[in-house]
């Protein structure tokens, strides 16, 4: 059973550290995105990446977030540094890439990194 | 731009009773719509898709939604709901050759003995 797996599940750490978490997408999958979601925003497209290039990270606070995908196992979402309003659940998605385009694909979720700054 | 409404942030319901959630969504373009559900602590998975064709679309766990051109809707029912069923659901809307979902602020469905 194909799963998209993220590490780590929990992350407490204090404000003006480094965060790194990770996601391994479905073998075979194409797309990979990046979401974060929170009681007041709901869920929010922060990254997409086809074929590990970045397509839009237009959600994404770019003086203190990064996101690349150095191989197609493995993608990456740093922050640095975190501030408190960072604190959320953020997930990482792929998909297949179907021939009828992004739009029309499932996409499957990993089970989250719960990240909490003090 | 494409946006989701999910007016209900919680529906409770009986067990066996049915349910319907209501999602509308508003786009200058054609629309793909869906349905995930969040269980406690998981991320989404997929109950159903509409892409084209049938207006009706049934997916998993018996869940069906309808879609309407008309009304701009993309409701999901269930005729006979079960305790399992208590989760969180999104619906979401991406424009036809577009890529970025767009999520509606989910709608906690609770359902009580």
């Known amino acids: 059973d194909a799963r998209v797996t993220q590490t780590p599940r929990d992350k407490v750490t204090e404000m003006g550290q480094e965060v790194t978490m990770r996601c391994q997408p479905i073998l075979g999958h194409n797309t990979v995105f990046w979401y974060r979601q929170t009681m007041m925003q709901g869920l929010e497209l922060l990254a997409y990446?086809?074929?590990?290039?970045?397509?839009?990270d237009s959600g994404m606070p770019k003086d203190r977030f990064s996101a690349e995908m150095p191989d197609a196992t493995l993608a990456t979402l740093k922050i640095q540094p975190s501030e408190p309003r960072d604190s959320a659940v953020y997930f990482c998605a792929s998909g297949p890439g179907l021939a009828g385009g992004p739009g029309t694909d499932t996409q499957y979720f990993g089970p989250g990194t719960r990240l909490t700054v003090l | 731009a494409q946006s989701v409404t999910q007016l209900d942030s919680q529906v409770p319901v009986f067990e066996e009773a049915p349910v319907e959630l209501r999602c509308n969504y508003s786009s200058s373009v054609s629309v793909y719509l869906f349905w995930y559900v969040q269980y406690p602590n998981q991320g989404l998975q997929l109950l159903l898709k509409?892409?084209?064709?049938?207006?009706l679309v049934k997916g998993i766990n018996g869940f069906e939604a309808e879609f309407n051109k008309s009304q701009t809707s993309f409701h999901l029912r269930k005729p006979s709901v079960h305790i399992s069923d208590t989760a969180e659901y999104f619906c979401a809307v991406v424009s036809r050759g577009g890529n970025k979902l767009t999520f509606g602020t989910g709608t906690q469905l609770k359902v009580e003995l």
């Open positions: 509409y892409l084209s064709g049938s207006t």
């Open positions: 990446f086809r074929n590990r290039a970045p397509l839009d």
